[in-house]
DNA sequence: GCAGGAGTTTACGTCAACGGAAGTTTCCCG
DNA sequence: CGGGAAACTTCCGTTGACGTAAACTCCTGC
């Protein structure tokens, strides 16, 4: 039963390592929703609740992404949910077909972006490597020859 | 001598993809110098300075930095040039040392944020394309068997 | 030689993403 | 059952990253 804890927002700050001000914050643009309220109005986050504040804040912490960009990427989400759904119930191969193709088209749309940021980072990193190995490589040479060389 | 072109800021800004005011405004903030000034005392921008330009809106709009985190990144660079000004005058081997460990500690650092922003964005596509790949099973699925088949 | 299209500085406006204080209610422990 | 910690709403403040307008100078083609 300790997926079905429930705790208060203060808790859900420290596990996901928001402020109690972002998380209420992140309600109000529609981001997330507290699985529910106590009697009296204090918000109710389970297990489930605190992987999507975290996954927000990795989103926009470690990758960088605007709320808004994380907002559509979380739409596009319940709209593949949603979908799948109606894929479910739809009744005919075409119509299945469409719906599938129509979530091939908004995933690959997604990944097309992730792709070339990792791309971006990639650069990034083999710039960054290739110093590297070059400062390792002039530490080397000059343990290995202690001696006075030339420039 | 088409390297030795100066332009000014507006032809700096179509060739960098940056606004005119986020140019000055990142010469505010010590990102950018231009290279020097008119006469009349218009900024003037060399392709050096325009492929520092592209750079930064590289990391700022692509890889999502902060112009603060940029500006570090930079810093960083520029402080690692004065280590290679330095080594090249430095007498002693261990001194040279003591100079390229210094430097292998700071470009170490920034590789590893590198690396973790990359490793998120692999976590994101992974799951992205773990996606894509069962939508398309399921469309070459129904594409094979138009016939009627259990859910 | 002058109109108007760029450039300059200065300054105020704006939007995102929260921070923080006020005023009130709720929880919980001694 | 009383009081301090914590939650709620509401609202104003702030910082980053520019946009935009004003007031002025500069340069160029006709």
Do not use: C, F
């Not at 804890?5 to 929703?33: C, D, F, H, N, P």
């Not at 559509?72 to 119930?89: D, S």
């Amino acid at each position: 039963m300790s997926d079905r804890e429930q705790v208060r927002i203060e808790v859900a700050a420290q596990r996901s390592g928001l402020t109690k001000r972002a998380i209420r914050y992140y309600e109000e643009l529609g981001l997330i929703q507290p699985t529910g309220r106590s009697e009296s109005g204090h918000r109710l986050y389970t297990a489930v609740d605190i992987r999507r504040l975290e996954k927000i804040r990795m989103l926009r912490e470690t990758v960088g992404l605007s709320l808004l960009e994380i907002q559509q990427l979380l739409e596009a989400e319940a709209a593949l949910e949603e979908v799948r759904e109606r894929y479910r119930r739809s009744a005919g191969t075409d119509e299945r077909m469409a719906l599938l193709q129509e979530a091939i088209a908004s995933v690959s749309s997604q990944l097309r972006l992730i792709t070339r940021k990792r791309e971006a980072l990639a650069q990034l990193q083999v710039e960054y490597e290739d110093r590297l190995a070059r400062l390792r490589a002039a530490l080397a040479d000059l343990a290995s020859e202690p001696a006075a060389r030339g420039a």
